[in-house]
Nanobody, 122 residues
Framework: VQLQASGGGLVQAGGSLRLSCAASGRTFSSYDMGWFRQAPGKEREFVAVISWSGSSTSAADSVKGRFTVSRVNAKNTVYLQMNSLKPEDTAVYYC????????????????WGQGTQVTVSS
């Protein structure tokens, strides 16, 4: 599975962005898909994950109620809708694929996209 994230950019605090992650390969629908982020000088952290069917999701407490993960298997694409953005959401955002159900651990993920920069100004 090859993954390509897009949709990042510069936005003011309180604004919204939608990230997309396009996958190649016919096995996309068999993977749970996660989003992680890494800010400068910090470790990569879990953001959200969606099950292979799209029926279950899980999100970090720091983004719960503001970020929503979704997917369209027919389009081999997973999305991260980010609302009410804060300066502390500034990071490079990565999508990743795992066979481990709704995992929050980066080591569980087999495939990673290249990352897309999100910058939130105050």
């Amino acid at each position: 599975v090859q993954l390509q994230a897009s949709g990042g950019g510069l936005v003011q605090a309180g604004g919204s962005l939608r990230l997309s992650c396009a996958a190649s390969g016919r096995t996309f629908s068999s993977y749970d898909m996660g989003w992680f982020r890494q800010a400068p000088g910090k470790e990569r952290e879990f953001v959200a994950v969606i099950s292979w069917s799209g029926s279950s999701t899980s999100a970090a407490d720091s983004v719960k109620g503001r970020f929503t993960v979704s997917r369209v298997n027919a389009k081999n694409t997973v999305y991260l809708q980010m609302n009410s953005l804060k300066p502390e959401d500034t990071a490079v955002y990565y999508c990743a694929a795992t066979k481990v159900g709704l995992s929050r651990r980066s080591v569980s993920y087999d495939y990673w996209g290249q990352g897309t920069q999100v910058t939130v100004s105050s």
